[in-house]
């Protein structure tokens, strides 16, 4: 599987960006998508993902603010970020979980607010 992640960018505080991620190849088997972050000088950090069946998981510093969608058919997935704050800032990661298989993840886009 091979993710192509977008949509990162400059935006001041409380405001908005959109990523994406596109998933390509061996994509039948995907039972999850999500995203993780990683900001300088940080581990690496899970913040949402989905399910192929619609069940959501939010890290609790970003619920409420960020939401997370999917397009089964197009296999995209989407995280609409509201209400972002400087600890945002991070390059984020797109992932994808597939049965018996390694994770897949995409090449990170990055995501900077300022204050």
């Known amino acids: 599987v091979q993710l192509q992640a977008s949509g990162g960018g400059l935006v001041q505080a409380g405001g908005s960006l959109r990523l994406s991620c596109s998933a390509s190849?061996?994509?039948?088997?995907?039972?999850?998508m999500g995203w993780y972050r990683q900001a300088p000088g940080k581990e690496r950090e899970w913040v949402a993902d989905i399910t192929v069946d619609g069940i959501i998981r939010y890290r609790g510093s970003v619920k409420g603010r960020f939401t997370i969608s999917r397009d089964n058919a197009n296999n995209m997935v989407y995280p609409q970020m509201n209400s972002l704050e400087p600890e945002d800032t991070a390059v984020y990661y797109c992932?994808?979980?597939?049965?018996?298989?390694?994770?897949?993840w995409g090449q990170g886009t990055q995501v900077t607010v300022s204050s």
């Open positions: 992932k994808a979980w597939q049965p018996y298989q390694p994770d897949s």
């Open positions: 190849g061996s994509i039948r088997s995907i039972n999850r």
